[in-house]
């Protein structure tokens, strides 16, 4: 039995009436550097094995006035370090500083401006002389370079914009956190 024609004048075999490959136009190949979520879990697989070597924080303290970013930010912690990692958090800077009497946390997250007008760059110093001296990570909703620079050079450990908050994102900062020298005892 022949083969059937088809609309294009090729028959089922692939070959047309002249003989002629109708597939023989082939698109040349391009080497595509398109970045895939590989790349992605690779990083996160480093940073999974970077944070190994590290014990965990002890306690977690979140200071930020939104119940909703602090309860996002929980939530990435807890992906990060697991649900045994104790976090806790503080709604205002006064409520911080009676938690932190009661038992030192070993890292804290500060929201950038806390209601009705507490600045970070007035919030640390007061962590600090209520005797505080582990690091402390700003998650702001407007980061630009100069205010990173300032609230550095304020005390605090690093700075992440509230966008960021993601696993990848808060090891990095946890992690830069650590490499730096813990500041002085406060002085009286």
Sequence with gaps: MPPHKTTNGSNRTGQTDAGAEPFA???PKKSIDRSTG?????KRSNLASARS???????ILIIDDEALDAERLTATLRVLFGYQMPIRWASS??????????????L???????KPSADAFLSIPELRRAGYIGPIIV????????????????????VIHKD???SVRLAEAV???RTLDPPTEPND
């Design 139 to 158: 998650v702001s909703g407007a980061v630009t370079q100069m205010r990173r620079t300032r609230l550095i050079a304020g005390g605090a450990s690093d």
């Design 53 to 59: 070597k590290y014990a965990l924080p002890g306690e």
């Design 108 to 114: 804290t997250f500060l929201d950038d401006i806390l």
């Design 164 to 166: 960021d908050v993601d």
């Design 38 to 42: 590989s790349a992605h879990l690779a």
């Design 25 to 27: 136009r082939v698109l």
């Design 93 to 106: 800077l006064g409520e911080a500083i009676d938690s932190m009497t009661e038992s030192q946390p070993s």
């Design 175 to 177: 992690d830069r956190s």
